[in-house]
């Protein structure tokens, strides 16, 4: 049985595949996505999940594929973003290198827009950034061991104060 090595945490929009795949290259491990997960083995996209099953349904079965990620995978695996709000999957956590990539409200307006394929920002994004934020900020950090502001850097950058920090 394997472990990730490097666990990716933050809002969606914020980075995380694409640092994740940068810091993955770097370390000379392979790269994982949880979101990728699901979509494999349910067979339809994170928005059908939400739209035929709602949020609670997507959420447990974020919850298992977050378990089975994190025991079969050795590298850099990224979560979902609202995949911290399950208090078992934080305890999960514990004992990992769990990188928390950080933006403020604006940037994440700024970045994500108007979204449908991203169900929770699906009508009036700003208010709906400033919620989200507000509810996890501090679940995210609760679980990481090094956070990474990502405002006005490169996913470069980004990577490379990552690296730095572990
Ligand atoms: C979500 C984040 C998304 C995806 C789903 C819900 C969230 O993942 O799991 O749309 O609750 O923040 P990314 O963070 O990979 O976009």
Redesign the pocket.
């Known amino acids: 049985m394997t472990a990730a090595q490097v666990v990716l945490v933050?809002?969606?929009?914020?980075g995380?595949?694409t640092v994740g795949r940068l810091l993955a290259e770097a370390l000379g491990v392979g790269y994982r996505?949880?979101?990728d997960d699901?979509v494999a083995t349910q067979g339809r996209t994170?928005?059908e999940i939400?739209v035929d099953d709602g949020e609670p349904a997507?959420r447990a079965i974020?919850k298992a594929a977050v378990r089975e990620a994190l025991a079969g995978h050795e590298g850099v695996l990224?979560?979902?973003?609202?995949?911290i709000?399950d208090a078992d999957t934080r305890a999960l956590l514990a004992g990992y290198r769990v990188v928390y990539l950080s933006m403020d409200v604006e940037e994440a307006v700024k970045r994500t827009g108007l979204n449908t394929a991203?169900?929770?920002l699906a009508v009036n994004p700003r208010k709906q950034w400033r919620e989200?934020m507000e509810a996890r900020r501090s679940l995210y950090e609760e679980v990481a061991t090094v956070v990474v502001a990502t405002d006005g850097r490169t996913p470069e950058e980004v990577t490379q104060v990552a690296l730095d920090a572990l």
Do not use: Q, W
Request: charged letters at 20%; aromatic letters at 8%; hydrophobic letters at 45%.
């Open positions: 933050g809002p969606m929009g914020v995380k595949s996505d949880t979101d699901i994170i928005a939400f997507f974020e990224a979560l979902g973003g609202g995949s709000l991203r169900p929770l989200l």
